[in-house]
């Protein structure tokens, strides 16, 4: 069970460090933050709360909070540096290679992140984190459903637990991108453990994803296709889950160490449009 925190926020015009206010949105995975302002240089104190929200409840949310290139730098820097990936001429913002624009509307053939996934798992050192902002949103519709891999994990059974520990699995950016990114960009294709220990709170997650991942290395295809079927359905189980509806400006932190998550695409032709800032991460262990 995840400790869940209330931190109460500092009063107003309050010149000393500043506290965050924590309201989770179940026992298992996400949280709603207040009292943060990334408009203005971001206090030590307030900077340490929001990485133990995060290790606390893996995806955090921002609500009312509009945030320019600046501040959605200053946002993201509390995690850590900004990991820059090659993309698309579409999603890039021009001066701002660490921003990738994310946006959708009645001529979209596709959104970002339609399959369950945990962002860029192909690279050999995947994003540990990603902020995403949006500023406009659908009149109803577009959630981002999170799920936390340390349940998904621990919720397996002993003997399960026994033979996927040590186990690699092949995650191959052909899978999630091979359709939509020009033909002579170079996709990355990468083995990790199917058992991921966190870096910070040294507990195993599980870490395939079925945007992703294609096969787990060293059986036959029919086996690790199996396998993975029932990991794939594993993972979907309600109880590891928080949905979360955004409104206009707000923002998603979350844990790409832990968690998995899907962007809903049920408002098309409407229009939802935004950015993400990636967090470097380590090579998983
Ligand atoms: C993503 O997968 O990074 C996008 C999530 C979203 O748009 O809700």
Redesign the pocket.
Known sequence: MLQTTTIETAPRGETGPRTIGVKPLNPTIGAEISGVDPSQPIPEQTATELRQAIADHIVIFLRDTPLDFAAHQRLAAVFGEAHIAPSTAAWRVEGFPEITK?HADGTSKY???ENW?S?MSADPEPPMG?V?Y?HTIPTLG?D?VFANMYAAWDALSDTMRAMLDGLTATHDAVKAFGAIVARDMELPCTSHPIARIHPVTGRKALYVNPGYTTKIDGMAEAESDALLRFLYEHIKDPRFQCRFTWSPHAT?IWDNRCSQ???IWDYFPQV?SGF?IQVKGERPA
Request: hydrophobic share 45%; glycine share 12%; charged share 20%.
């Open positions: 994310m959104v970002a992140g996934h962002d990603s995403l949006l577009g981002t998603a998550h899907v962007a939802r993400r």
